[in-house]
């Protein structure tokens, strides 16, 4: 499109001209070079064409009073939008909405979870709030640290994937199928129990199948504690008896194995103790920015929050007031009974979480050692586990067929 | 053709040239129109007339003795002057 056009396209009217010998008139703006377009008869007395707005003037005043010149119709991109703009309520209206959804679009308004079945959603979702990543929080959020978050939370996520879906933040995850997972296996099918975790045989109870393992023994994990394989003595008397029959049985029982457990913690040697000095202000935050947060005079503070409006749609609005304490940090040597009450009640978390239910600890030992300002505790606990879980046997029904077929 | 006609017919300032492709015409060294209606355009190339007849015709375009015509086009004819 060459500049011409361009010019042409910018503001031109359509006009209808009436009077006598048009082709004199049409001759005449072909001598001025003035720039017409669509040129079309009507009659004898009357063409119509465009003609560009700054040609128009030009064209008036060589018309003159010999024709008749009628404005048929203004056109034009330059035209529209100074039509457009004219209307100021308008366009503060598109402008205002323009900004609302730009500004929609730099927080998260939902967020899904995909892929979980045995971790609970809630416990989840607490999880990335706590990372910084919630409903109504800004895209900025480092992802890959949210991710981490959520490996540290749960052992058993094996793969997380964050994606935006325009403001839904879409989340997968992925959880591991452990290797000797206590799947159940259908009664009829031969199964052996084996050992679920390492550890020190206390008891076996075999309800079905054959016992192994002897009481006191170490076992590995995935070691056969009792087989689904029992042997079958024949009663015949035969000169040639190769093999002895097995029969294939869904073993079941009890085993109770002492399972060593080692865990270290590290506490802080002198804790930190908040005193309050009696000063005290109030600042507002909007959208978890602190307003004029940099007038604080407080060097140390404690901030109380009260949130008194808290909205994700239609526009993110949060708005909360803050009351900023000022405390004086002091430290103090932390007693030891402290320390032995936090471990303990870390072990209880750790084994109530951790471990399998009916787990009993037989025996605790703590290791104390400490380290500059941290202190090192070693736990030992002795627990009693049942650790026997079913593993199915996978029998080759070629060689048994062969077997019944030397019995006919 | 020969080099003659070939710098006559690329250089030629006066003498007509029409192209028309399918229902588009182009006329070039267009100095006057002489007569212009629906069905009927005469101009003047300097040198001779050229009288343009069809059904519809409209000029689309006229500046700088270029004239693109856009109708159906039945007959072209060229007349001298006396």
Known sequence: MNWK??????????????????????????????????????????????????????LRETVGRRYRIIDTGEYGYRYRMSGFLKKKTLVAGLLIFSLILIYQSLFVAEIEVLGYESINE?????????????????????????KLHIYDEFDNISWIGIKYKGNLAQITIAETEYLYENKRIDSSSPCNIIAATAGYVNSIDPEEGVRIAEDGAYVKEGQVLISGEVPLEKTTFEDNDKNENVSYVHAAGTVDAKVPVRLNYYIEANEKI???TGKRMFTVAINDRILLNELCPYEVAVVHSITLCNWVKPIRFKLQV??????????????????????????HKFVKEKLPDNTQILNKSLNFRQEKNIIYIGVTLETLQQIGIEEEIIVDKSNRQSDQNDDK | MSVKDELAFDFSI?????????????????????????????????????????????????????MIIKGELETVRFFETL
């Open chain 1, 5 to 58: 056009r361009c010019v042409f396209l910018k503001h031109y009217k359509k006009i209808t001209v009436e009077g006598n010998d048009t082709e004199r008139l049409i001759n005449l703006c072909l001598i001025k070079k003035l720039n017409l377009r669509k040129i079309r008869f009507i009659s004898d007395r009357e063409v119509s064409f465009y003609v560009s707005y700054d040609d128009y003037e030009v």
């Open chain 1, 274 to 276: 908040k005193e309050k």
């Open chain 2, 14 to 66: 006066s003498i007509p040239r029409i192209v028309i492709c399918g229902e588009m015409v182009v006329a070039d060294n267009v100095k006057r129109i002489v007569v212009f209606t629906d069905t009927n355009v005469v101009v003047h190339n300097g040198s001779c007339y050229t009288s343009m007849e069809g059904k519809g015709l409209v000029i689309k375009e006229l500046g700088e003795e270029r």
């Open chain 1, 122 to 146: 809630q416990a989840l979702r607490k999880t990335m709030r706590a990372a910084g990543f919630y409903e109504g929080c800004r895209k900025s959020v480092n992802l890959e640290k949210v």
């Open chain 1, 322 to 347: 803050n009351s900023v304490e000022e405390v004086v940090l002091k430290e103090e040597k932390i007693a030891e009974k402290d320390v032995r009450k936090q471990v303990i009640n870390e072990i």
